[in-house]
């Protein structure tokens, strides 16, 4: 890139995330960066090669309008409009819920056993069926929705991943309609308690749809409905893996053994955490 009469990125960036710290945004400075790689149009990781260029044309408006909406606490996935998640960048809108890192503790979990049919409830963006099919390329899968809206970002991401030809998605509630037998399910469903709702950050209460994180009541109604019908959809030996809230641990396993799983963990995420439920069907 070549210097042009504008602002230099490097002075762009150090307002940004000075207006992002003063909004009291977490990550100010990481948030600036990606907004300003994306307002100036440079891959993300070449930013540090450009700071000492002028910015192109246009750039300082496009940045600006993005800080104040993510002042506002629109989050950083939302204004580009993807989610880097499990090493893949993927397609996000206001019909899906934002990936995020915890959920890449359900994908290793899987990933650490055998992967041939998957079945992805609740898929959302897709992010953990792609991811999972992506790593697993003798692998197939389906992804279940209420949401149309939802199956089609879904369906996108599939598409961008290549993995498009060995997976399907249907609109489904839950496992109803589904049939044959899987060898691993999977889910991040709904499970904030309705009490839970008013504490949760603008950036999740005001822009992921509440479908998608709370089913009301205890937060365990997804739980409730995946347990009671998952056993006539494994495979022996087939494995069900949940994500779940932090307080949910106890639940969820208790849940799981009503079901008749065994073999049944509960997994902490890097902050120590009870992220995620796995049990196993055997015969």
Do not use: K
């Amino acid at each position: 890139m070549s210097d042009t009469s504008g602002p230099r990125l490097a002075d762009l960036l150090r307002v940004g995330a000075a207006r992002l710290r003063e909004a009291g945004i977490d990550e100010a400075g990481g948030d600036a960066r990606h907004l300003l790689a994306a307002a100036a149009g440079i891959a993300r990781d070449r930013l540090s090669l450009h700071l000492g260029d002028g910015a192109p044309e246009g750039a300082d408006a496009r940045f600006a309008a993005l800080l104040a909406r993510r002042a506002n606490r629109e989050p950083v996935s939302r204004l580009l409009g993807r989610r880097f998640f499990f090493g893949r960048d993927f397609a996000v809108t206001p019909d899906v819920l934002d990936p995020r890192p915890e959920t890449e503790i359900l994908v290793a979990a899987a990933l650490d056993g055998p992967v041939q049919q998957v079945l992805d409830l609740g898929t959302g963006s897709g992010c953990i069926l792609v991811s999972l099919l992506a790593e697993r390329p003798d692998a197939r899968g389906t992804g279940t929705d209420l949401s149309e809206a939802a199956l089609g970002v879904a369906r996108g991401n599939a598409e961008r991943h290549g993995v498009a030809a060995r997976c399907a998605f249907r609109q489904a509630d839950w496992l109803e309609g589904i049939e044959g037998a899987y060898d691993t399910i999977v889910s991040n469903p709904p499970y904030i308690a309705r009490d839970e709702m008013a504490g949760l950050a603008p950036e999740v209460s005001e822009h992921d749809p509440h479908l998608a994180l709370s089913p009301g009541g205890d937060g365990l109604a997804a739980y409730r409905r995946i347990t009671a019908a998952v056993p006539a959809r494994l495979a022996p030996g087939g494995r069900l893996l949940v994500e779940i809230g932090p307080t949910q641990g106890a639940a969820v396993r208790d849940l799981f053994a009503g079901a008749g799983l065994t073999r049944i963990a509960v997994l902490r995420d890097l902050d120590g955490r009870d992220r995620v439920v796995s049990g196993r069907l055997t015969t």
